[in-house]
């Protein structure tokens, strides 16, 4: 069993900058693919980024390439994602999920935090 925890979230400008973090439970936290989703009012969750358990392989959907960074710290049991360049378009409850799977992830998470809510004002 994995539980995950997200912290970062608020309001922010669009054009700025802000970093999620999520901390999860457990001592086989580098077993683990971890990744973020996101879902924007009246739409489906959608997938944003993964990160395999070594941190050597990440996937972004095309929205946000070039724009959010994935990045873990396993000693910290610890995945972080870092959002520049923000839009209008990127508001959401943003949701850390795992995945002892890197394939998996994007299609089918085992495990899901409560969200944290983004907002980026125009």
């Known amino acids: 069993q994995v539980q995950l925890v997200e912290s970062g979230g608020g309001l922010v400008q669009a054009g700025g900058s802000l970093r999620l973090s999520c901390a999860a439970s457990?001592?086989?936290?580098?077993?683990?693919?971890m990744g973020w989703f996101r879902q924007a009012p009246g739409k489906e969750r959608e997938f944003v980024a993964a990160?395999?358990?070594?941190?050597?392989?990440?996937d972004y959907a095309n929205s946000v390439k070039g724009r959010f960074t994935i990045s873990r710290d396993n000693a910290k049991n610890t995945v972080y994602l870092q959002m520049n360049s923000l839009k209008p378009e990127d508001t959401a409850v943003y949701y850390c999920?795992?995945?002892?799977?890197?394939?998996?992830?994007?299609?089918?998470?085992?495990?899901w935090g409560q969200g944290t809510q983004v907002t980026v004002s125009s």
């Open positions: 990160i395999s358990g070594s941190g050597l392989t990440t």
């Open positions: 457990g001592r086989t936290f580098s077993s683990y693919a």
């Open positions: 999920a795992a995945h002892n799977s890197f394939i998996r992830l994007r299609f089918a998470p085992a495990y």
